[in-house]
């Protein structure tokens, strides 16, 4: 047996930042960030726990001052201040420095900061808000994580939970610089890794009961719909549930049911053909069992006497190598990929201080990322350092509004403890009623989610196959289904960007802009990747006017909604209104996005051959678009994309490195929101070569065929290109058109919006009109949106 697998560690700090006393010792492991021990025995501990495993980071410059009644430590970020003595509120405390208010700024021991939040171990059964752990960072600049009862990992890979009896402290003090304090936490607690590009896609999950027949013949037909996924979850039912009372309850179990599976193998084999990876949902506590297929080979790894159940026991080490290696690796072979670690049992073990949950995440996943794959595990978030085994099972949600209105705060706040992958069930497990408007808004949010998981509870009226809807609104779910993967190029690289440069994919829209009270106070926004910004809508459509909305705020500069091509001006608080078709995804001048180019892409995303690129003009802007192989000894290969707002120029390419991306490619370039353009030019190494130009309504997309990898292409759109102006008319006529109010009342608007007045003066009348407050808010947001370029 390879048991256990070992992750990277480097748990002993260089000693050269330690300052130890008889019972204490202070580790400066990074500017911002230090370890305070304190220990009545002076016995410190080394090992890598399930927060730390790099201790060992360059030595920051700090000062040591010392009085006789005090050692202090001063850095560019912080200065400690510490009676020697044990600690206490009085005598032990971190000010941060520059930036925040020396008042409230001023860390002591003991006294709590709720900061602005972590994540939860679960959403289990939940129906709205919940209290969530703290994160690392904080509008006082300072954060804590208590590491005292952690349990701890022996240099061969295995656990201990002799924790000596002692105080272990790590205590951030970035002040309102959340991305350096985010990276300090990923430098001591190890990085994200990478997610196989597959698990960016669509994944299909229902508790059902299904057939080998009928699940192919469900994928089959969502082939026919144009509607791609990637990945198959199959729940509890893939395995016999309804066993012999003698032997407890059927939801664990580990044989599959060959009344409804009678060939396993086959049936993953053809999943695989499709284009699909397959993970099986697995709830472990009750062990193994007299009945299981597997039970013979695991009493022989054992050495277990025959006939006795096999209990579950993840403080027991050779127990965790058979069950990796013989219970699963069994049914790896079959054809498996990764697994949906379910129920466990609760937070305790026969250990005390050992977390089942901790256990099975952290060696599960690292069982997983084995032969130089990248590895993928689906589970519970159990604590800090669980950024390390992606991907997060956020539970079982109600179906209601108030549950989705929650999610989009929490996916983004879960970015403060580094807990970047949370896949949620979209659209709700259980109770709840139908809501055909409810369902296509949470499915909308998912496109914009880190993981896209369909998911239905065991209830044959709850479905989310987009044609069990009306018309109206399995159009909306097939597209953005199809738009969730046309992403996929965009979504690896912000997943290579988050493991090189500790920043998740969703982030609170604060990381960005820390000193805005506004970047504050939208929780339905976030930012998605570094380009884009998105307000997800979490309430009902209005009835009269068929359109919902939410609150925003755009920064700063000139955006466009990259699904409507609205143009907006920013540094302001708005309301944005969207009917069914459509979110709030706005980018800002010089944004990049990479798309699959194909219009219904294939379940597997593979690096595509076609590439649509939007690009918004008005200021330049660069990203490199990164590809892999699919292998961790790979190096990733990074296409430049650049553009330059002044010769109003684009440049592709040429790409670093080929491995595992298409020899030529077909580029289509798309500029959202650009003002009228004729004759745009393209050139592959400086030589002319044919495009098309295809000029529609609101923007515009040069198309090159056959581009070597290799070369340079170069799109010219001619100098300062501009962004068009939002045609009001047009949009308040449709916005009027819709609504559901009386017809003379749409004339006397349209009137005053085709006056020639300012936009405020038309506003100004329309108010005197006494029109009803949601569609006064809606024309308002047409009116002064901008898209008007200045001067």
Known sequence: MTFPRQMPARPVADPAAVITGARYRITILLDGLVRLEYSEHGVFEDRASTFAVNRLQPVPDFRVLETETHLEVVTSRLRLTYDRGP?????????????????????????????????????????????????????????????????????????????????????????????????????????????????????????????SETYLELMDRFRHEGIPFSVSVLDMDWHLVE????????????????????????????????????????????????????????????????????????TDRAF??????????????????????????????????????????????????????????????????????????????????????????????????????????????FF?????????????????????????????????????????????MTSFLRLRHRLVPYLHTMNHRAAADGLPLVLPMYYGFPKAREAYQVPNQYQFGSQLLVAAITDPAHRELGLAKVKAWLPAGRWVDILTDRVYDGDREIYLHRDLTSIPVLATSGA??????????????????????????????DLDLVEDDG?????????????????????????????????????????????????????VNGDP???????????????????????????ELGPTPRLRGNDVAGLTFRLLDRAQIDYQLKARVMEVIGAGSSSGARLLRLQALDLDPELLSAIGEILLAGGEEPG
């Open 243 to 314: 066993i012999d009372p003698e032997h407890g309850s059927g939801w664990t179990g580990y044989s599959w049911n060959r009344e409804f599976f009678p060939d396993p193998e086959g049936f993953l084999s053809e999943l695989h053909q499709r284009g699909l990876r397959v993970t099986l949902n697995v709830h472990p506590a009750d062990g193994v069992r007299p009945f299981e297929d597997a039970y013979p080979a695991m009493v022989a790894a054992l050495d277990r006497k025959p006939g006795e159940p096999i209990a579950f026991d993840v």
């Open 320 to 429: 965790m190598g058979a069950y990796l290696e013989v219970l699963h690796g069994d049914l790896e072979k079959q054809g498996v990929d990764f697994w949906w670690l379910d129920w466990q049992s609760g937070p305790y073990s026969r250990i005390a201080g050992i977390d089942p949950l901790w256990m099975l995440n952290h060696f599960r996943y690292l069982d997983n990322a084995r032969d130089e794959q990248r590895g993928l595990t689906f589970s519970r978030y159990a604590g800090p350092g669980n950024h390390r085994y992606p991907v997060g099972f956020s539970g079982d949600t109600v179906i209601s509004w108030e549950a989705l209105a929650f999610q989009p705060y929490f996916t983004a706040t879960a970015a403060n403890i580094g807990y970047g992958w949370w896949s949620h069930d979209i659209g709700g497990h």
């Open 592 to 621: 990049i996005v990479p798309l699959d180019g194909a219009e219904v892409p294939q379940n597997d995303p593979v690096n595509p051959d076609h590439l649509e690129v939007l690009v918004i003009v008005g200021a330049d802007g």
């Open 631 to 683: 292998q961790t000894s790979g190096t990733p290969v990074a296409t430049p994309i650049l553009y330059d707002q002044e010769s109003g120029s684009l440049v592709v390419g040429p790409a670093s490195g080929v491995a595992g991306v298409p020899a030529y490619r077909r580029w289509t370039l798309t500029f959202p929101g650009l003002n009228t353009r004729s004759g745009p030019t393209a050139f």
């Open 689 to 715: 070569v044919p495009a098309r130009v295809e000029q529609r309504e609101t923007r515009c997309s040069v198309t090159v065929d056959e581009v070597p990898v290799t070369a340079q292409l170069r799109v």
């Open 432 to 476: 709840g009623a139908r809501d055909d408007e409810l369902a296509t808004r949470w499915l909308q949010f998912g496109a914009f989610s880190p993981i896209l998981r369909l998911h239905s509870g065991n209830n044959p009226f709850i479905t989310k196959e987009p044609w069990t809807f009306p018309r109206q609104f399995q159009d909306v």
């Open 87 to 211: 600690f206490t509120t009085s005598g032990l405390s971190v000010a941060v420095l520059g930036g925040v208010s020396s008042y409230h700024s001023i860390w002591r021991f003991g006294q709590d900061e709720a900061g602005l939040g972590g994540t939860a171990r679960t959403l289990d059964d939940t129906n709205g808000p919940i209290p969530l752990e703290p994160g690392v960072v904080s509008r006082n600049g300072f954060a804590v994580i208590d590491d005292s009862g952690s349990f701890l990992f022996e240099d061969d890979g295995w656990v201990s939970a002799d924790n000596v009896p002692r105080t272990d402290l790590y205590v951030f003090a970035y002040g309102h610089d959340y991305a350096e304090a985010l990276k300090a936490f990923y430098a001591v607690s190890g990085p994200v890794p990478v997610l196989p590009r597959y698990a960016l896609g669509n994944w299909w999950s229902r508790y059902f009961r299904y057939t």
